[in-house]
T-cell receptor, first 112, second 115 residues
Framework: QQQVKQSPQSLIVQKGGISIINCAYE??????FPWYQQFPGKGPALLIA?????SEKKEGRFTISFNKSAKQFSLHIMDSQPGDSATYFC???????????FGSGTRLSIRP | DAGVIQSPRHEVTEMGQEVTLRCKPI?????LFWYRQTMMRGLELLIY????????DSGMPEDRFSAKMPNASFSTLKIQPSEPRDSAVYFC?????????????FGPGTRLTVL
């Protein structure tokens, strides 16, 4: 059972544009939603995370928007740069649990 | 800190052979996770340990897979016998504790190819 659905599978954005990746979850017990960034040949690394008690979290050019009623959240990358080209995974964790449920990933390419 | 260390980085073996992947977590971290990444199935949690004790091994695909953590600084994932469908990148990750908010730090991965 896929508990975190991620789209699109791949995304091409021009340099300076806004990259948007969407995720939806099913389990209302999830209460922590991290995003991971993975460069080729590397392991995933935590990028930014949010709890459902806030609707938005911003760190630099990266923003998570969270819609609890719709059970959806999204990552926005403002002023996208070629160095942002990577695979992005949304994820969810249940309170008190160590297990992360990952989305299927989005391969982002930023064209110069 | 050197981060999570995995070895080998690449492993090529023939079907039926035993494969052992190794992981050294970040010093002071009490939780350790083994993941498998494939194009078809994405990132899957295989097993995780807390204070060297296996907590959840429900992701281990079958009895051919086993994992141990004999001490706080070392863990192994063993596949015996290996099959071509085991080809994947295997990641080890560690976190300070098992709390949901604790960041998991991933190693560079071991790319396994079973011929």
């Amino acid at each position: 059972q896929q508990q975190v659905k991620q789209s699109p599978q791949s995304l091409i954005v021009q340099k300076g544009g806004i990259s948007i990746i969407n995720c939806a979850y099913e389990n209302t017990a999830f209460d922590y939603f991290p995003w991971y960034q993975q460069f080729p040949g590397k392991g995933p690394a935590l990028l930014i995370a949010i709890r459902p008690d806030v609707s938005e979290k911003k760190e630099g050019r990266f923003t998570i928007s969270f819609n609890k009623s719709a059970k959806q959240f999204s990552l926005h990358i403002m002023d996208s740069q070629p160095g942002d080209s990577a695979t992005y995974f949304c994820a969810a964790r249940r309170g008190g649990a160590s297990k992360i449920i990952f989305g299927s990933g989005t391969r982002l390419s930023i064209r110069p | 800190d050197a981060g999570v260390i995995q070895s080998p980085r690449h492993e090529v073996t023939e079907m039926g052979q035993e494969v052992t992947l190794r992981c050294k977590p970040i010093s002071g971290h009490n939780s350790l996770f083994w993941y498998r990444q494939t194009m078809m199935r994405g990132l899957e949690l295989l097993i995780y340990f807390n204070n060297n004790v296996p907590i959840d091994d429900s992701g281990m695909p079958e009895d051919r897979f086993s994992a141990k953590m004999p001490n706080a600084s070392f863990s192994t994932l063993k596949i015996q016998p290996s099959e071509p469908r085991d080809s994947a990148v295997y990641f080890c990750a560690s976190s300070l504790s098992g709390r949901a908010v604790d960041t998991q730090y991933f190693g560079p991965g071991t790319r396994l190819t079973v011929l």
